[in-house]
Nanobody, 124 residues
Framework: QLQLVESGGGLVQAGGSLRLSCAAS????????TAWFRQAPGKEREALSC????????NYADSAKGRFTISRDDAKITVFLQMNSLKAEDTAVYYC?????????????????WGQGTQVTVSS
């Protein structure tokens, strides 16, 4: 059973930066793609970015492009989301998710494992 644990959330002022981490409980670098999603109160879950088994990055959210960057450590155990120039509208619970297979997807229902989420609050 793959477990994902997010960390790095918190309270930050608008314009600031945060780096979220998603640590996997087991080492299975060839088996899954990892994505970041977020969900703000009263809004639908939104796909942000995904890094595939081969390291290919797909960015989904226009609102985050140019500000958020997904990356993965060499051991492929931890996936990061670097968030810069944060805005109040970035306030949400951020989740990482893993999808078994060869391709990323913006559809959260395609993901097999989810972390518990980490709260990001951006004050204006």
């Amino acid at each position: 059973q793959l477990q994902l644990v997010e960390s790095g959330g918190g309270l930050v002022q608008a314009g600031g930066s945060l780096r979220l981490s998603c640590a996997a409980s087991e080492f299975a670098p060839d088996y899954y793609n990892t994505a970041w999603f977020r969900q703000a109160p009263g809004k639908e879950r939104e796909a942000l970015s995904c890094i595939s088994i081969t390291g290919e990055v797909t960015n989904y959210a226009d609102s985050a492009k140019g500000r958020f960057t997904i990356s993965r450590d060499d051991a492929k155990i931890t996936v990061f989301l670097q968030m810069n120039s944060l805005k109040a509208e970035d306030t949400a619970v951020y989740y990482c998710a893993a999808k078994i297979g060869y391709y990323c997807s913006a559809d959260g229902s395609m993901y097999d494992y989810w972390g518990q989420g980490t709260q990001v609050t951006v004050s204006s």
